[in-house]
Nanobody, 122 residues
Framework: QLQLVESGGGSVQAGGSLRLSCVAS????????MGWFRQAPGKEREFVAA????????YYADSVKGRFTISKDNVENMAYLQMNNLRPEDTAVYYC???????????????WGPGTQVTVVS
């Protein structure tokens, strides 16, 4: 059974950077698309970024395009989210998602990690 655990969150000044990691265990993610979602207090979970099974195609929410980069390492069985030029509105709990073979932008399927908190202070 596939399990995901995120790490790398923390508190950072606006304009700073963080790199989130998602380690997968129990199954290989070679054939899985991977995604990152986030949820701020009082808001619904929203799509941030996704990568297809090979890592060759990536997708981003407009709010993070040009600042965030998603990647996956099928050898290390991990996914990453590099976040640059962070803004206070990026503050949220960030979740790693393995929806299956297809990229998804809705937070309603697949396997989820427990999340990692990202706080951006101005």
């Amino acid at each position: 059974q596939l399990q995901l655990v995120e790490s790398g969150g923390g508190s950072v000044q606006a304009g700073g950077s963080l790199r989130l990691s998602c380690v997968a265990s129990g199954r290989r993610i070679n054939s899985y698309a991977m995604g990152w979602f986030r949820q701020a207090p009082g808001k619904e979970r929203e799509f941030v970024a996704a990568v297809n099974w090979s890592g060759g195609s990536t997708y981003y929410a407009d709010s993070v395009k040009g600042r965030f980069t998603i990647s996956k390492d099928n050898v290390e069985n991990m996914a990453y989210l590099q976040m640059n030029n962070l803004r206070p509105e990026d503050t949220a709990v960030y979740y790693c998602n393995a929806p299956g073979g297809m990229v998804v932008t809705k937070a309603n399927s697949g396997v989820w990690g427990p999340g990692t908190q990202v706080t951006v202070v101005s």
